[in-house]
């Protein structure tokens, strides 16, 4: 059953399934058995040097799969913006689905390049997704989070073995950065986008 091989991941890119912990990032993927190790595993350096945590390196950051790009200029600054990606990866088998905001201003190159703003913000109606039209509908419950002082913020919305059809799914993601007061605001941005 879809719903028992699924999971959600909190901010941390932490998950239980089973005895086992995991925490997932861009470098490392960690697991335990040992509940006690659950604030060692949050943390890399401490991760990497414990022994009951078995970690493997990743390179998540160059297989990731953007399928969404879109950008909204702060409007004071028309060289200030902010971008959202959505990305899905598969690695070791599941298939991870992310929401990626970042600031960006443009160099004096007129390239754009990260800069760090107050606030960014992503968040999500709760949602649904199905493995297709005879599957059952799994929730994904709605979430908030926020980084300060920050250029860049990644987010895994949803975990899952399965593969998701976005004809039966939806949820929407919004992404937002505060600069000096100021909103650049994405809304409505769906993560299962039907093209």
Not at 10 to 31: A, C, D, H, P, W
Not at 58 to 68: D, E, I, P, Q, R
């Amino acid at each position: 059953m879809a719903s028992l091989l699924s999971h959600l991941v909190n901010k941390g890119g932490v998950f239980q399934i089973g005895e086992t912990i995991y925490r997932l990032t861009e470098e490392f993927n960690f697991s335990t058995k040992n509940v006690e190790k659950l604030d060692i595993i949050m943390n890399t350096t401490l991760a990497l040097n414990d022994s009951d945590i078995v970690y493997t390196s990743t390179n998540l950051s160059s297989t990731k799969g953007m399928y969404s790009y879109r950008t909204v200029y702060f409007p004071s600054w028309s060289d200030r913006r902010i971008v959202a990606r959505l990305y899905v990866n598969n690695f070791d088998g599941m298939n991870y689905y992310e929401g990626r905001t970042t600031s960006q201003q443009q160099h004096w190159s007129e390239a754009w390049v990260q800069a760090k703003i107050h606030t960014i913000i992503q968040a999500n109606n709760q949602g649904y997704y199905q493995e297709g039209a005879s599957y059952p509908r799994i929730t994904i419950p709605s979430n908030y989070d926020e980084v300060e002082n920050a250029a860049d913020f990644i987010r895994t919305i949803l975990l899952t073995t399965h593969d998701v059809d976005f004809g039966y799914s939806s949820c929407q993601i919004h992404h937002k950065g505060i600069r000096y007061g100021e909103v650049a605001e994405i809304e409505k941005n769906e993560m299962f986008p039907k093209n």
